[in-house]
């Protein structure tokens, strides 16, 4: 796990790399490898990697980066980890394939000799790498199928920079600063920036599951590789009727597997543990697996402390269930306020979440850990969230609205003025019968922070048109159903896994666990698990999702886990969001604007207007 940074001038008259740039720009990342840090300039001073590292595995200086393979012909930056590295070592080195380091670093040099660029059909892992062709005179930057680790590059016509933070590669100084009309609109509507935008016209992120080659005629268009809607439509060509017992059995072992291969590590891997049954599951998993000294973790909020929302007396006795050392991190909203400035500067991009996974990593980091399990991603596979049921039954009752020329619009327009008059519904209720009856409208409504019409009191008119106009919402929406699975239940689980997972989950947690030197690794998001049990999950009975993954240990997950997640109540790690925006005077800006004091408004809408003023 680590940054990666580099500098392309491919074309003819653009000046070489320069050095400081590149330092600059590594260095600008040295949370995300405090174990080591290195560069490298081509002969012809074209090209030039640099890396931070953070050893996890091989820790020799050997497996340091960037790594250049024996014959000089390629050069590589890895961001990431391979997990079934040591089968491909193993099939390289029965062609007759040689290595000098234990590292999955050296796998993929030698992979790619092999293959190429398809190379990437063959890794199980978190990935985000660049690697130099000599031979060709190009640049390969490639993604993991899921996007868990982030990829960013700048082209302005003559070199081309990349980087593992956005703000790295600003950091170098030659890269525009200039906000991003589409990326500000995508944050206030979703809460988070969508791919493949960023708060900066001049960045673009490498989309999730693509790779893009870069040579003498500059960024050809990115090539998809994985789409996360594939696995679900694939698996409704199967039979319709599975038999849920051997479904039930798949799922066991796939999860098994999973997990068995996140565990591939030359440190200690440990756990983040809440009140639910993901995390629970996967602590009994790794027990299966042989880990027997477990180090797991809980926050505790003060503000929490007696209620429902307190994960630790649970998080404890799941701990206990299955012999882990447990450390229960109490948060204060004075420990809130001291670390505000330190998560702004760290956060890559702007968004309404990671406040969680910075407490939890750095507790995690205070006990030594330097990798760990996050149960995150079981509800979009196992139908977690309320959004599997809502949206579909949404769909349902505003479809037939939707045939009426205007009456949608005049519906919004009514119910906006009464609540502009006295606050009665939640204010995207507006927009029901405009968005409800389509898939993407009502993934918008579900998932939106804002809604489109809102807009206008957040941004400049001019940019937010402009904004929504590159952006447009609803396909970009669409977009992610490609190819479009049939079943409601496998529409919303592709949408959830293609856009809250990977723009706000995913990335949140690589910024917050990366700014404390923590790995954090998440056995759900992993793209063989999906393809295997697409079709099990989705033939399971409404509901039964996460009691098949609550028993997928040899020693299920306590009842008291289990009984509460079938009581609806949702667990991962809540925060105090809502009253520390009304007590801490450093996030009081939302005060200005007078929707925001509105006793009926959400604390997103609040928390996301206070991250754009900061």
């Given at each position: 796990?680590?940054?990666?940074?580099?500098?392309?001038?491919?074309?003819?008259?653009?000046?070489?790399?320069?050095?400081?740039?590149?330092?600059?720009?590594r260095?600008?990342?040295?949370?995300?490898?405090?174990?080591?840090?290195?560069?490298?300039?081509?002969?012809?001073?074209?090209?030039?990697?640099?890396?931070?590292?953070?050893?996890?595995?091989?820790?020799?200086?050997?497996?340091?980066?960037?790594?250049?393979?024996?014959?000089?012909?390629?050069?590589?930056?890895?961001?990431?980890?391979?997990?079934?590295?040591?089968?491909?070592?193993?099939?390289?080195?029965?062609?007759?394939?040689?290595?000098?380091?234990?590292?999955?670093?050296?796998v993929?040099?030698?992979?790619?000799?092999?293959?190429?660029?398809?190379?990437?059909?063959?890794?199980?892992?978190?990935?985000?790498?660049?690697?130099?062709?000599?031979a060709?005179?190009?640049?390969?930057?490639?993604?993991?199928?899921?996007?868990?680790?982030?990829?960013?590059?700048?082209?302005?016509?003559?070199?081309?920079?990349?980087?593992?933070?956005?703000?790295?590669?600003?950091?170098?100084?030659?890269?525009?600063?200039?906000?991003?009309?589409?990326?500000?609109?995508?944050?206030?509507?979703?809460?988070?920036?969508?791919?493949?935008?960023?708060?900066?016209?001049?960045?673009?992120?490498v989309?999730?599951?693509?790779?893009?080659w870069?040579?003498?005629?500059?960024?050809?268009?990115?090539?998809?590789?994985f789409?996360?809607?594939?696995?679900?439509?694939?698996?409704?060509?199967?039979?319709?009727?599975?038999?849920?017992?051997?479904?039930?059995?798949?799922?066991?072992?796939?999860?098994?597997?999973?997990?068995?291969?996140h565990?591939?590590?030359?440190?200690?891997?440990?756990?983040?543990?809440?009140?639910?049954?993901?995390?629970?599951?996967?602590?009994?998993?790794m027990?299966?697996?042989?880990?027997?000294?477990?180090?797991?973790?809980?926050?505790?909020?003060?503000?929490?402390?007696?209620?429902?929302?307190?994960?630790?007396?649970?998080?404890?006795?799941?701990?206990?269930?299955?012999?882990?050392?447990?450390t229960?991190?109490t948060?204060?909203?004075?420990?809130?306020?001291?670390?505000?400035?330190?998560?702004?500067?760290?956060?890559?991009?702007?968004?309404?979440?990671?406040?969680?996974?910075?407490?939890?990593?750095?507790?995690?980091?205070?006990?030594?850990?330097?990798?760990?399990?996050?149960?995150?991603g079981?509800?979009?596979?196992?139908?977690?969230?309320?959004?599997?049921?809502?949206?579909?039954?949404?769909?349902?009752?505003?479809?037939?609205?939707?045939?009426?020329?205007?009456?949608?619009?005049?519906?919004?327009?009514?119910?906006?003025?009464?609540?502009?008059?006295?606050?009665?519904?939640?204010?995207k209720?507006?927009?029901?019968?405009?968005?409800?009856?389509?898939?993407?409208?009502?993934?918008?409504?579900?998932?939106?922070?804002?809604?489109?019409?809102?807009?206008?009191g957040?941004?400049?008119?001019?940019?937010?048109?402009?904004?929504?106009?590159?952006l447009?919402?609803?396909?970009?929406?669409?977009?992610?159903?490609?190819?479009?699975?049939?079943?409601?239940?496998?529409?919303?689980?592709?949408?959830?896994?293609?856009?809250?997972?990977?723009?706000?989950?995913?990335?949140?947690?690589?910024?917050?666990?990366?700014?404390?030197?923590?790995?954090?690794?998440?056995?759900?998001?992993?793209?063989?698990?999906?393809?295997?049990v697409?079709?099990?999950?989705?033939?399971?009975?409404?509901?039964?999702?996460?009691?098949?993954?609550?028993?997928?240990?040899?020693?299920?997950?306590?009842?008291?886990?289990?009984?509460?997640?079938?009581?609806g109540?949702?667990?991962?790690?809540?925060?105090?969001?809502?009253?520390?925006?009304?007590q801490?005077?450093?996030?009081?800006?939302?005060?200005?604007?007078?929707?925001?004091?509105?006793?009926?408004?959400?604390?997103?809408?609040?928390?996301?207007?206070?991250?754009?003023?900061?």
């Amino acid at each position: 796990m680590c940054g990666i940074a580099g500098i392309y001038a491919y074309h003819y008259a653009a000046n070489p790399v320069e050095v400081t740039e590149l330092c600059a720009m590594r260095d600008h990342m040295a949370a995300r490898g405090p174990d080591g840090r290195g560069e490298w300039v081509s002969a012809d001073g074209r090209v030039g990697f640099g890396h931070r590292r953070l050893a996890i595995i091989d820790l020799s200086e050997e497996a340091a980066q960037p790594m250049v393979s024996p014959d000089g012909s390629a050069v590589i930056a890895f961001n990431g980890e391979i997990y079934n590295y040591q089968a491909l070592r193993a099939a390289l080195e029965a062609k007759g394939r040689a290595f000098r380091t234990r590292s999955d670093t050296e796998v993929l040099l030698q992979l790619y000799a092999l293959k190429g660029a398809a190379m990437v059909f063959d890794l199980r892992g978190m990935f985000a790498f660049a690697l130099w062709d000599a031979a060709k005179h190009g640049l390969l930057l490639a993604r993991d199928p899921y996007g868990v680790k982030p990829l960013y590059y700048a082209d302005d016509g003559w070199t081309l920079r990349f980087a593992s933070q956005v703000k790295a590669l600003v950091a170098g100084g030659r890269v525009g600063r200039d906000p991003d009309p589409a990326g500000w609109a995508g944050f206030f509507l979703f809460g988070s920036v969508p791919e493949p935008y960023t708060v900066h016209r001049a960045v673009r992120a490498v989309e999730a599951g693509t790779t893009v080659w870069i040579d003498r005629c500059g960024p050809g268009r990115p090539t998809r590789y994985f789409s996360v809607s594939r696995p679900f439509a694939a698996a409704e060509i199967k039979p319709a009727r599975i038999a849920v017992a051997p479904a039930r059995g798949r799922i066991r072992a796939a999860l098994f597997d999973s997990v068995r291969h996140h565990l591939v590590a030359d440190v200690p891997v440990g756990i983040f543990l809440s009140s639910g049954v993901d995390s629970g599951a996967l602590l009994g998993l790794m027990r299966d697996a042989g880990q027997r000294d477990v180090e797991a973790i809980t926050l505790r909020y003060d503000e929490f402390r007696g209620h429902s929302d307190d994960e630790a007396p649970l998080a404890a006795l799941t701990a206990r269930h299955f012999g882990a050392r447990h450390t229960i991190r109490t948060v204060t909203r004075e420990e809130f306020g001291a670390d505000l400035p330190k998560i702004f500067a760290a956060m890559d991009q702007p968004t309404i979440d990671g406040i969680n996974t910075w407490f939890v990593a750095k507790a995690a980091r205070e006990r030594g850990l330097k990798a760990a399990l996050s149960g995150l991603g079981g509800d979009e596979l196992a139908g977690g969230y309320p959004s599997f049921s809502d949206i579909p039954r949404w769909v349902r009752l505003a479809r037939p609205g939707s045939f009426v020329p205007f009456l949608s619009a005049l519906v919004r327009h009514a119910i906006a003025a009464l609540n502009g008059m006295m606050p009665l519904v939640h204010p995207k209720a507006a927009g029901f019968l405009q968005y409800a009856g389509s898939y993407s409208g009502a993934y918008l409504l579900r998932r939106g922070v804002f809604m489109p019409w809102e807009l206008a009191g957040l941004m400049d008119r001019d940019f937010m048109r402009e904004g929504l106009r590159r952006l447009d919402p609803l396909k970009h929406i669409a977009a992610v159903l490609e190819p479009k699975p049939k079943s409601a239940w496998s529409k919303v689980a592709a949408l959830e896994a293609g856009l809250y997972l990977r723009n706000q989950l995913l990335r949140d947690t690589d910024w917050a666990g990366m700014a404390h030197s923590l790995e954090v690794r998440v056995p759900f998001v992993d793209a063989p698990l999906v393809q295997n049990v697409a079709a099990d999950f989705a033939a399971l009975p409404p509901g039964a999702g996460k009691e098949v993954v609550a028993n997928s240990p040899s020693v299920a997950v306590p009842a008291e886990i289990q009984d509460r997640a079938k009581s609806g109540f949702k667990t991962g790690f809540a925060t105090p969001i809502a009253q520390w925006l009304q007590q801490d005077e450093q996030v009081r800006a939302w005060q200005e604007v007078p929707r925001l004091r509105s006793a009926n408004c959400p604390w997103a809408r609040r928390w996301a207007y206070q991250i754009a003023r900061a």
